[in-house]
Each structure stands twice: as C-alpha cells, then as structure tokens.
Nanobody
Framework: QVQLAESGGGLVQAGGSLRLSCAASGGTFSWYGMGWFRQAPGKEREFVGAISRRAAATSYADFAKGRFTISRDDAKNTVYLHMNSLKPEDTAVYSC?????????????????WGQGTQVTVSS
C-alpha cells in the first residue's frame, strides 16, 4: 500500500514562496504519475499541477502557470511543488496524489493514492 505524506506548508506573506514536499513509501515511486490538488474552505478541490513518470511531461492549472513548478526526485521518492508569487487566494489545503499511469492526469478520480494534505495560508 502506497502512503503519501506532505510537508512544507505554513503561513507566508503575499508575494512569498513555499516549497511543498510529498514523500512516498510502500511502492515503486518512479512508476507513478504524481499530482497536486488544493481545496480552500467552502470550495471544491481543484487541480494544481501534475508530473508524469520520469518527469517526461507536466501540466498546470491556469492559475499555477508561471508561478508554480512541479518536480520530482525518484531517488528520494519525493515530488515537490515550488510556489512563487503567492497570493491570498492560494490559501488552501494542498494534497499530493499518485497514480499507476504513464500519463499526466488532471482530474482527482484518476488518482489511486492521496496524502492527508498540508495547509498553506497566504496573508495579505
């Protein structure tokens, strides 16, 4: 059973940066496509970005393009979400997800494994 654990969330001022990490255990991490999603209070979960096996491809939500970057280190079984120029509207719980697929996936039901999430709060 694959387990995912996020870290790196916290409180940051608008314009600041954070790097979220998602560490995987219990499976062969390099086989998985990985994604990040977020959910703000009172809103539905939304796609942030995803990275395929071997980092061959990435995909980002429009709000993330140019500000967020996904990367992975298969030797460390970890995927990262680098967030720059943060805005108050980026405040949410950020969760990573994994899937047994080669492709980049942008919808939550396509993912097999989920972490518990980490809170990101951006103050104005």
């Amino acid at each position: 059973q694959v387990q995912l654990a996020e870290s790196g969330g916290g409180l940051v001022q608008a314009g600041g940066s954070l790097r979220l990490s998602c560490a995987a255990s219990g499976g062969t991490f390099s086989w998985y496509g990985m994604g990040w999603f977020r959910q703000a209070p009172g809103k539905e979960r939304e796609f942030v970005g995803a990275i395929s096996r071997r980092a061959a491809a990435t995909s980002y939500a429009d709000f993330a393009k140019g500000r967020f970057t996904i990367s992975r280190d298969d030797a460390k079984n970890t995927v990262y979400l680098h967030m720059n120029s943060l805005k108050p509207e980026d405040t949410a719980v950020y969760s990573c997800a994994g899937s047994h697929t080669v492709s980049v996936l942008t919808t939550a039901p396509d993912y097999d494994y989920w972490g518990q999430g980490t809170q990101v709060t951006v103050s104005s």
